[in-house]
């Protein structure tokens, strides 16, 4: 058995982020050669997020590009899992490593540090074979819609690209959401965000 970690878990998240796209584990292996979240070859995210927007596809260009457009379009990533433990290094699957995770990120930790958020997405719809991510990305969910944030869960953006997945990105990303504030208990501000199709 063997320790993986994330493979970008140094990644900080920008503070003025409006949008998180939250996604399972992308493992620190010699074999994987994703220079960023998303990046592997048979991952579409990278022309689905653009075009979500009416730019061209960043798919196959390099880290620095990716990262000019988030902070530009105020996106950007976390991935469900820290670190796993795994006998085969060579398998990415969700369903093999539901069951070998070593530490999960505290992904509710990092939406509460960002203040201008505004939706929030899980970049997998089906749970057959992955209970134990199924309930960590529950309470994210339940944790965002505490707060008035909205959250989709999105079609993955690996294997293929389509119109249909396409639309279905677009929409997550076109969705109009309103700012309004609360006072915490001690008198002091806290902003959240609304949704107005919740």
């Not at 093999?96 to 995770?101: N, P, W």
């Not at 965002?144 to 677009?170: H, M, V």
């Given at each position: 058995?063997?320790?993986?970690?994330?493979?970008?878990?140094?990644?900080?998240?920008?503070?003025?982020?409006?949008?998180?796209?939250?996604?399972?584990?992308?493992?620190?292996?010699?074999?994987?050669?994703?220079?960023f979240f998303y990046g592997r070859q048979r991952n579409y995210l990278w022309a689905l997020i653009p075009k979500a927007f009416g730019d061209a596809s960043l798919k196959g260009k390099s880290k620095e590009e990716k990262l000019a457009y988030i902070k530009e379009r105020k996106i950007d990533f976390i991935d469900l899992i820290a670190s796993v433990n795994v006998d085969e290094e060579s398998n990415y699957d969700d369903d093999?490593?539901?069951?070998?995770?070593a530490a999960w990120r505290n992904v509710m930790d990092e939406i509460e540090k960002l203040k201008n958020l505004k939706r929030v997405c899980f970049s997998r719809k089906t749970f057959a074979g992955i209970?134990?991510?199924?309930?960590?990305?529950?309470?994210?969910?339940?944790?965002?819609?505490?707060?008035?944030?909205?959250?989709?869960?999105?079609?993955?953006?690996?294997?293929?690209?389509?119109?249909?997945?396409?639309?279905?990105?677009?929409?997550?990303?076109?969705?109009?959401?309103?700012?309004?504030?609360?006072?915490?208990?001690?008198?002091?501000?806290?902003?959240?965000?609304?949704?107005?199709?919740?």
């Open positions: 058995m063997a320790i993986v970690k994330h493979r970008f878990l140094t990644h900080s998240i920008n503070p003025n982020t409006e949008t998180l796209v939250i996604g399972t584990f992308n493992p620190d292996t010699p074999e994987n050669i994703a220079d093999y490593l539901d069951g070998k995770i209970p134990n991510m199924k309930e960590r990305i529950e309470l994210i969910r339940s944790y965002c819609e505490s707060w008035g944030i909205a959250f989709s869960y999105l079609t993955t953006p690996a294997r293929f690209y389509n119109d249909q997945k396409q639309t279905e990105w677009s929409t997550f990303f076109s969705r109009q959401t309103f700012r309004s504030s609360r006072f915490s208990s001690d008198g002091s501000d806290i902003s959240i965000i609304k949704s107005n199709d919740h």
